[in-house]
T-cell receptor, first 112, second 111 residues
Framework: AAGVIQSPRHLIKEKRETATLKCYPI?????VYWYQQGPGQDPQFLIS???????DKGSIPDRFSAQQFSDYHSELNMSSLELGDSALYFC???????????FGPGTRLTVT | GQQLNQSPQSMFIQEGEDVSMNCTSS?????WLWYKQDPGEGPVLLIA?????ELTSNGRLTAQFGITRKDSFLNISASIPSDVGIYFC???????????FGQGTTLQVKP
């Protein structure tokens, strides 16, 4: 069965640089969620989109932005990167909001 | 904000033993989900619960949605080495699907 696809899987950036993470949801899933997971931590909700509109917003820094495109893929844009942004970033998708969320393999971002 | 308290934080058990972990919250949740995560990988959905009192099984895994809607537990029977990993509970209280995660239970199984 098709799963959530994330790219790139690994990304190394320097402080103050920008990064773009991409997410391709499971086909026919209309809702996309982004989570950030620091070392030894549980995933923290950043932002979600339903039918290409922002649905909910969590603890996402103002330096980050995201959008969902017409083909339902989503991109998380991160600017002015800081050392503390180093983490695993997961995208998840669901067929119906509030129901089962399926996670992608994640993008490991390292900021040096 | 909303918090989920998951316990125990870690478990070290012998292969073949049963395992139980739980999550509690001060808030009501509409949905409880249980995930397993291997290091550096994405969480894998194990069981989803949608109704208070619901008891659901998936192979050797059984989970229940507490009747008060403020707690859930996960049982693993006859553990095997591949059960090793971090188990997270996650709850959703609104209609946007945003998940709140517990702190995780690290399970180690000794062959």
């Amino acid at each position: 069965a098709a799963g959530v696809i994330q790219s790139p899987r690994h990304l190394i950036k320097e402080k103050r640089e920008t990064a773009t993470l991409k997410c391709y949801p499971i086909p026919r899933h209309d809702t996309v969620y982004w989570y950030q997971q620091g070392p030894g931590q549980d995933p923290q909700f950043l932002i979600s989109f339903y039918e290409k509109m922002q649905s909910d917003k969590g603890s996402i820094p103002d330096r980050f932005s995201a959008q969902q495109f017409s083909d339902y893929h989503s991109e998380l844009n991160m600017s002015s990167l800081e050392l503390g942004d180093s983490a695993l970033y997961f995208c998840a998708s669901s067929l119906v909001r509030g129901y089962e969320q399926y996670f992608g393999p994640g993008t490991r971002l390292t900021v040096t | 904000g909303q918090q989920l308290n998951q316990s125990p934080q870690s478990m070290f058990i012998q292969e073949g033993e049963d395992v139980s972990m739980n999550c509690t919250s001060s808030s009501i949740f509409n949905t409880w989900l249980w995930y397993k995560q291997d290091p550096g990988e994405g969480p894998v959905l194990l069981i989803a619960l949608y109704k208070a009192g619901e008891l659901t099984s998936n192979g050797r895994l059984t989970a229940q949605f507490g009747i008060t809607r403020k707690d859930s537990f996960l049982n693993i029977s006859a553990s095997i080495p591949s059960d090793v990993g971090i188990y997270f509970c996650a709850g959703n209280s609104g209609n946007t699907g945003k998940l709140i995660f517990g702190q995780g239970t690290t399970l180690q199984v000794k062959p």
